[in-house]
C-alpha cells in the first residue's frame, strides 16, 4: 500500500467534476494521505503539454494519478501516459452511452454548466431570494418561498439555506426559533400559513454547545443548559405544528440539504 | 437515435455527485430530451427493490438509463438489470484505483462529505463572512476577506460569492461599483489596501441591459445607455487600479467561480 499519493484533476472546463469524482473515490482509502491539485480550463495541446511537464516535475517518478474530464481526444491522449495512473472519469462511460442512445456525443468542453440559461436564472433568483430572507428577515415574504427552515441558532439553517439556492434553485428562507418564540411556544402567522413548506432542523445539545461556544464562550447562549432546553423546546414546537424535523447533527450541508428535499418531497425530477 | 430517454440517479448517499456526472454525460446530447429523475440514499436491498420496481413501472420496456454511485455489491446488482441501461460511475474506476494504490477500498456509502470537519467549519464559517460582506455591507472587515468582488449592479457579484464561500469556503465580499463610485473613479480604501485580492467582474452592455430590464423596465438605470457608460467606467477604474477583471457575460455561476481562483492564483491545491 502507498502512504501518500499525488493526485491532479484535469478538466477542459471548471473541474469541479472531476474534483467531486475523484474525491468521491480516493476518500474511500482512508489510509492513504492524498496531495490534490487541478488543472482546469485545459482545452488546447499546448496547455496540456505545459500542465503534463509540471505534474511530472512535482511527482517524479511517483506514478502520479491524473482524473481527467477532457472530452478532446488529443488533448486528453497528452494525460494518459506510462510515467502516471490515467483515469478516465467519461471515456468509458460516455462510449457506451453512445451505443445505447445510438447517437454521438458531441465530446464539447464545459456543457454541462450551459444546459439551459432558464435554469441559471433560477438559480440567481433564488440566491438572491436566500440572502433576501435569512436568519427571520422580510418574513412577509414566506409566501414566495420554496422551503421555510426553523432552527435554534447555529443549528445549521443559513448554509444550507444558501446550498439550496445555490446548487438547486431553490427559494430557502430560514428562521430562527428565538427564546422568545421557544418559550411562548407559537410561530408567526407568515410560517403557520406556509406550514406545508416548512422543515425544523435540530441538533444535538452538545453539539450545539460546543458551536455556540465557538463564538461565544462561557455565555448562557452557550450553555449546555440553554442548549438542551432549546433543543428540546424546538421539538415540541415541530410536533405541536406537524412541522417535518431533521438532525443535522454529523451530517454535511450537502446531506442535511438532500434530505430536505426527500422529507418535503421537492422532486429533482428535471 | 432515441428521440427521448429516460434517465435515473441513483445514489447510496445525496445523488449530488451522480446527478453532476450523469448530466455532465448527456448534456453532450442535445438532440435528445432527457426525463431525469434523482434517487439518493438508497443504502439497503430493501429500498433498491422499492426504487427499481418504480423506474421498471414508469419506463415499462423503453430500456431508462441507470447512473449509480452505490459502493455496496449487493445493492448495486439490484439495478444492474437487463431491462435497463446501467452505468456504474464508480466500480470500474474504483477497481483499478484500489490495485494502483495498491489497497482495499471500503466501499462505504456517503463518505464524501465526511472527509474533514475542519473543511465543514471552514465552508459555514465562509458562508457567514459571505452574508455579512454582501453589496459592500461591512467594508471595514475586508481585511480578513481572501476575495473582493468588485461590478457594476447586476454583474453577478453575490451569485458567485456565495458559490465561492458554499462549494469552496473561500470568504468572499462583493463591493457594487455603483454610479458615485464610478464618476469619482476613485475605489474606498478598504479595498486600495487589498487589491491583491480585488477581482473585477465586467459583462457586455447588452446583457447587463436585459438583466436589468427585468427588474426595473424602462429606468435610467437600466437603459443600455447607463449599461454601456457603467461598464466602461468600471473598466477604467479596474485598469487605474491594476485589478485582473473578467467577463461573467455567457458564463456559469461555476465557471466565474473558477475563472476568478485561477485569476488570483488561488490554489484549489487540498
Aim: hydrophobic share 35%; aromatic share 8%; charged share 25%.
Amino acid at each position: 500500500m502507498w502512504n501518500s499519493k499525488d493526485i491532479y484533476y484535469i478538466s477542459d472546463s471548471t473541474g469541479i467534476l472531476v474534483e467531486s469524482l475523484g474525491q468521491a473515490l480516493i476518500c474511500q482509502f482512508q489510509e492513504i494521505s492524498f496531495y490534490e491539485e487541478t488543472y482546469p480550463f485545459i482545452q488546447t495541446t499546448e496547455a496540456a503539454r505545459k500542465a503534463m511537464d509540471e505534474i511530472l516535475a512535482k511527482s517524479a517518478g511517483l506514478r502520479p494519478v491524473i482524473f481527467s474530464t477532457i472530452m478532446d481526444e488529443e488533448v486528453r491522449r497528452i494525460f494518459d501516459r506510462p510515467e502516471v495512473e490515467f483515469f478516465d472519469g467519461f471515456a468509458f462511460l460516455l462510449d457506451r452511452l453512445e451505443s445505447c442512445l445510438e447517437a454521438k456525443a458531441l465530446r464539447a468542453p464545459g456543457f454541462t454548466h450551459h444546459q439551459n440559461s432558464d435554469k441559471m436564472d433560477k438559480r440567481v433568483e433564488a440566491i438572491h431570494y436566500c440572502l433576501g430572507h435569512d436568519d427571520g428577515t422580510n418574513i412577509k415574504e414566506y409566501d414566495e418561498a420554496d422551503i421555510i427552515i426553523l432552527g435554534v441558532s447555529r443549528a445549521g439553517k443559513t448554509p444550507v439555506s444558501v446550498y439550496l439556492a445555490t446548487q438547486m434553485g431553490i427559494k430557502a428562507a430560514n428562521f430562527p426559533l428565538t427564546a422568545e418564540d421557544l418559550s411562548r411556544d407559537t410561530l408567526p402567522e407568515h410560517i403557520t400559513n406556509n406550514l406545508q413548506r416548512a422543515i425544523g432542523l435540530t441538533s444535538s445539545p452538545e453539539v450545539l454547545h460546543q458551536m455556540r461556544e465557538k463564538r461565544y464562550a462561557g455565555s448562557t447562549y452557550a450553555s449546555l443548559a440553554t442548549c438542551r432546553q432549546e433543543v428540546q423546546q424546538a421539538q415540541q414546537i415541530y410536533l405541536k405544528y406537524d412541522i417535518p424535523y431533521i438532525s443535522s447533527t454529523g451530517k454535511s450541508i450537502e446531506e442535511i440539504a438532500a434530505q430536505i428535499c426527500q422529507e418535503l418531497g421537492i422532486s429533482r425530477k428535471k
